[in-house]
């Protein structure tokens, strides 16, 4: 979805939605190690110094998820291609003036020192956080914004149990596919047109499902992306890279079904918008909460940015849920947040 610092597993170094050093984003709209870098002892400060972790991280989430329920609102007027394109070009205005002189002097040592697979790892990361945009929202507009996001969180839960050695981790599995077995059974509700203004179907919520499966793989392929490219590239100027790559995959499906509508004015504030709400403040506030708590602290938070989805979508979009779906979301979150707790208490367990 964006660029975000966002992930239930530190230990895999998902840091989005959406990135080396900040899913959806984004989801869309989503800090990694090249953050954490960038973010060392005493480079906090300032007014969000001031504001405790835990809001700068609610704050964070609730943006991200705003940003998707405005995006949704636009399906109306532009296609789900278009508004991506609009995401992701205004955040890679942002994210490039925010990385300024960093992200120009990255680039010259790229180039002068002919570090061309550090530039292939930040394409390769900015081609997938292209794709993981541009299915979410794909899936937004077919299917209420909670069960997307939930669906797409399957991807680095996957990862965090992946790269787990702990038993109790078979748990963590066991509740997200039961809570993914009761939106399965409850494809019934979805196609009876709980999005606003589609059509409704079948097919249109199988085609909603898949997109956001895709958003998950991407998610997943996104977090190990993340931490090769914060490795390899400083501060910022990682994701800066990558943003500016994943707008640039998205121009010929936005353009072609967006056409001359994304030149309005008010679709252009829109636009703009949403990649300052899905991108810009929850990557902002999610570093600065980064930096005074453990990783481990943060995934379990962002654990909760399903529920807060669905929550989002009922109230910016009238997606309302049936009751098994309230619980696959309940379920698929706990399973996150079990997942983010695990791997926190190894990353501090002592080595032998």
């Known amino acids: 979805m964006t660029p975000r610092p966002a992930t239930p597993d530190d230990g895999a170094a998902r840091r989005p939605r959406g990135s080396a050093s900040g899913g959806r984003a984004i989801r869309g709209g989503r800090p990694g190690d090249s953050a954490r870098g960038a973010a060392g002892p005493g480079a906090g400060g300032g007014l969000l110094g001031r504001v405790p972790p835990s809001a700068l991280v609610a704050a964070g989430i609730v943006s991200v998820q705003v940003g998707a329920g405005v995006a949704g609102r636009l399906f109306t007027e532009v296609p789900a291609a278009g508004v991506t394109g609009l995401r992701l070009w205004t955040s890679a205005v942002m994210m490039a003036a925010i990385g300024g002189a960093g992200l120009a002097r990255t680039l010259r040592e790229v180039f002068r020192q002919r570090r061309w697979q550090d530039a292939a790892v930040a394409v390769a990361f900015g081609v997938t956080l292209g794709i993981m945009n541009f299915s979410i929202y794909q899936s937004f507009a077919r299917i209420p ?6 669906i797409e969180f399957l991807g680095p839960l996957a990862v965090a149990v992946a790269t787990s050695r702990r038993l109790i981790d078979v748990l963590w599995v066991g509740l997200a596919g039961l809570g993914v077995a009761l939106l399965a059974r409850g494809g019934a509700s979805l196609a009876s047109g709980a999005v606003p203004g589609s059509r409704g179907g079948t097919g249109l919520v199988v085609a909603g499902i898949a997109f956001a499966l895709v958003a998950a793989a991407a998610w997943a392929a996104y977090i190990l992306l993340s931490a090769a490219t914060g490795r390899r590239l400083s501060g910022s100027s990682g994701l800066a890279i990558a943003m500016i790559i994943a707008a640039l995959v998205v121009i010929p499906p936005a353009v072609a079904a967006g056409h001359a509508g994304l030149l309005r004015p008010g679709v252009l504030a829109t636009g703009a918008a949403i990649g300052l709400l899905s991108s810009v403040i929850p990557y902002r506030f999610e570093l600065e909460a980064l930096r005074r708590i453990p990783p481990g602290v943060f995934g379990i938070w962002m654990s909760l940015e399903p529920a807060v989805a669905a929550v989002v979508g009922l109230v ?37």
Do not use: D, H, K
Request: glycine content about 12%; some cysteine.
């Open 316 to 352: 910016l979009l009238g997606e309302s849920l049936a009751a098994r779906e309230w619980a696959a979301v309940c379920l698929v979150t706990v399973a996150s947040a079990g997942a983010a707790r695990g791997a926190a208490g190894a990353a501090q367990a002592p080595q032998a």
């Open 145 to 150: 914004l909670g069960i997307a996001v939930t």
